[in-house]
């Protein structure tokens, strides 16, 4: 079946440090990628989205491109800041009509001032 | 647009009682997802709907798990009779029907079990 498989963390990072968070999946057909962002006490939230193989999505000054000959969308953020602490989830729509939601398990991210 | 509307946001409960855990997804949004979130299991997906017609319930961990969706606006989480175990951080999302569907959570639902 269908998966997304991303980075174990935590990952710790010192302010204005480059990220990246790795994501890869499996799927049949062509789904949509995305990354959610998950802050404190709060429900997920969409940061980008990928509809179609070498799309880049960004936001806030992350990025990802959807790369289908590696099956990967990887989230880079060249300077990161304490308030982007959070756990980070990627996740992929299927392309078949059932339209089902994967989310890989989850990165959180620490970042120190 | 008030957005995805779960409650209560805070339960706490005794080992054996009912729980029910409802949702208002965004109007228009033709599909609802519940997931169960933990630290020790991450994100789970329990059961999703596509026009209220429940299509994969095989997250849904035992038979004490049920879930309905009589309309378009609204559905209930419920567990009977529920266990520690079940304690966790309960999120219904909604999303339209399309290709390239962004999910919409909710604030979640915290449940604790005694």
């Known amino acids: 079946g269908n998966s997304v498989t991303q980075m174990e963390g935590p990952v710790t990072l010192s302010e204005e440090a480059f990220l990246t968070i790795n994501c890869t999946y499996t799927?049949?057909?062509?789904?949509?990628l995305f990354w959610y962002v998950q802050y404190p006490g709060e429900g997920l939230q969409l940061l980008l989205k990928a509809t179609k193989a070498d799309d880049k999505g960004s936001n806030k000054g992350f990025e990802a491109t959807y790369r289908k000959e590696t099956t990967s969308f990887h989230l880079e953020k060249g300077s990161v800041q304490v308030s982007d602490s959070a756990v980070y989830f990627c996740?992929?729509?299927?392309?078949?009509?059932?339209?089902?939601?994967?989310f890989g398990t989850g990165t959180r991210l620490k970042v120190l001032a | 647009d008030a957005g995805v509307i779960q409650s209560p946001r805070h339960e706490v409960t005794e080992m054996g009682q009912e729980v029910t855990l409802r949702c208002k997804p965004i109007?228009?949004?033709?599909?609802l997802f519940w997931y169960r979130q933990t630290m020790m299991r991450g994100l789970e997906l329990l059961i999703y709907f596509n026009n209220n017609v429940p299509i994969d319930d095989s997250g849904m961990p035992e038979d004490r798990f049920s879930a309905k969706m009589p309309n378009a606006s609204f559905s209930t989480l419920k567990i009977q009779p529920s266990e520690p175990r079940d304690s966790a951080v309960y999120f219904c999302?909604?999303?339209?029907?399309?290709?390239?569907?962004?999910?919409?959570f909710g604030a979640g639902s915290r449940l604790t079990v005694l």
């Open positions: 999302a909604s999303s339209p029907l399309r290709g390239a569907n962004v999910l919409t």
């Open positions: 109007s228009g949004h033709n599909s």
């Open positions: 996740a992929l729509s299927e392309a078949s009509g059932t339209y089902k939601y994967i």
């Open positions: 799927a049949t057909g062509y789904p949509s």
